[in-house]
């Protein structure tokens, strides 16, 4: 049994041994690091795609796929915040864990200075007028991480747990939990977790959704990009005008907004000057499109298109792909219903 | 009268050198009756202008030509002195077709319509080349360009004939009048300094309501000034000096002093924005 097992030791140095706001400290620093690491973790897991492009701008996968690479991440990330939250204290857990703060600091030192040298990252410019939307600048993010992380790694290693028999109930648990986090993130793009894992759901108001900072000046809100959506029923799509997705539908989305029936259709996108000029002169389209900036689409999809039905500014449906064009055409909008029973 | 009489008439000058032409042209040869009795396309009407684009002839640009695209057709038609017939180009066909001036009627509001019985003569198909829109006409080459960006301080009549949207999108706005009666009551000195792009969706959109607030307060203490950005924007020195992050911004002065900016959805309703912050 474990608990027969990891009895604690009286020699120096070992956990017995030290001061109980030591071991206390050390032990809520574990746990903090843990959490940061599983919640962290959660996301990734419901959209490992997003995090395979952040690894690809990252250029971090020069030697694996970039979703190779994010799975193996994401397994390293989940076993190690699951092991520091059951009070797994080993070194072969607290070395790594130290080699993947380092590592998280090393990515946000690096933007920092690439920041301060002006080398801006390559992400996808939209179509300019937005500018650079950032949340937290690369010296925030920098100092946020250290501040959050360090003191907490250090405060773990005060409860470094030297010897004993290894803890193999609370492994097994762990193993489990990586098991069955990597299950879900491999079938994540499968599963219908957008409502889950993006700021897009039924009852959520599009127009407050918000990116960048108000602090340096870059936030850009929905109701800059379609401030209609206030009142009414639309049919949001969120697209790449590069796909095919969206492309080959073309005809029946121009036949829709021209059909006069039906919410009134947008179509969302971030994509470049160039991009839009070639849809354009290549597909044709006769309905709106509308350029919003790429951070503040982005937490809004897992894949690309992704459509949502708004009612007087409020989200009351989401869809997986292009929304029922037919079913909409078909639909009598809430307002004309309200009239002609008034 | 029926209703195509009431809403259309042969295109007709409205001091413009090609409309003068096209109306000439349309006239002499009778157009006169056949467009006030033939309804408009149904899909090839509703043609706006456009300030998008240029055109390009022979390596020759025809200042005259006026361009004009219908969001129904997603289509472009191009009308010049220097073209025998206007040239409709087609996105959904990748094709470029002439029709004939007198199938051509210009609506009250300078929107133009194809008339339903309009025949089109297929020129051939057209290509993308590095953001152009190329194909022969008579054995010269034309293209359809992008306009470069308005750069520089510049007047808003300037910014609405350089793109005609800003102008029709001006028209269209209705300001919140309460609002701008306050504003007119201003005694301090307001100065609104307007960064913009006329490559920017977003500012063909929100900068025209500045301008017709702007106009709306024509002869008030409250000024406006229109200053065009390059894109990237950052190309310009002047958003460095002034911290401007992304177009449109507006920054509000009340004494030559800056008291604040407004961006994104502040600027659906400038003049309640202006209010607000010069009010607090």
Known sequence: MEAATSTPQTVPGEPGSRPAWQRIAGIVGAVFLGAIFLVAAYAKTLDPAAFAKQITLEGLDFLLPAMAVALIALALEVFLGGALLLAVRRWWILVPTSALVAFFLFLTGRAYWRHSQGIAPEDDAGCGCFGNLVERTPAEA?????????????LAWLAFDRGGARPRLRLAAVAVLTAA?????????????????????????????????????????????????????????????????????????????????????????????????????????????????????????????????VRDGRVVETYRGLPPLEELAASQPAADEAAKAG | MNRHQATMRPAAGRGNLTTGLLAA???????????????????????????????????????????FLSDKAAAYLVIAPELASPVLISPRTQSVETVSFMKVAKREDGTIDLLADASFNRLGS????????????????????????????????????????????????????KAVASLRKQSKDVRVLVYFGTWCPVCGRQVPKIIKVADQLEGSKVGFEYYGLPQPMTDDPKTKEDDVHGVPTAIVYVGGKEIGRLTGGDLNSPEKAIYQMING
């Open chain 2, 126 to 177: 057209f290509k993308l080349q590095q953001q152009e829109v190329v194909f022969q006409v008579k054995g010269k080459t034309a293209k359809l360009k992008r306009k470069p960006p308005l750069l520089g301080q510049h007047p808003a009549d300037t910014l609405r004939s350089y793109k005609p949207e800003y102008g029709r999108n001006a028209d269209a706005y209705k300001p919140i009048e």
């Open chain 1, 142 to 154: 920098f100092w946020q991480d250290l501040a959050l992380m360090v003191p907490a790694l250090l």
């Open chain 2, 25 to 67: 042209m349309a006239l002499a040869m009778g157009a006169s009756s056949a467009a006030a009795q033939v309804p408009a396309d149904a899909v090839f009407s509703g043609f706006k202008p456009s300030g998008d684009f240029f055109f390009e002839l022979g390596g020759e640009t025809l200042e005259n030509a006026e361009i």
């Open chain 1, 181 to 309: 986090t990597m299950l879900v993130a491999w079938k994540a793009p499968e599963l219908p977790l957008d409502n889950l894992a993006t700021r897009l759901k039924p009852g959520v108001e599009p127009l407050s959704i918000c990116a960048g900072s108000a602090e340096n000046g870059s936030r850009v809100c929905m109701d800059a990009v379609v401030p209609e959506l206030a009142e009414g029923e639309h049919v949001v799509i969120m697209a790449e005008l590069e796909s095919e997705a969206l492309g080959e539908h073309v005809g029946a989305l121009n036949e829709y907004h021209w059909g006069g029936s039906g919410p009134s259709l947008w179509v969302l996108t971030s994509a470049t000057e160039e991009q839009v000029f070639n849809f354009r002169f290549t597909r044709g389209p006769s309905f709106e499109l509308r350029e919003a900036p790429a951070a503040l689409l982005r937490p809004l999809y897992r894949t690309l298109p992704r459509s949502f039905l």
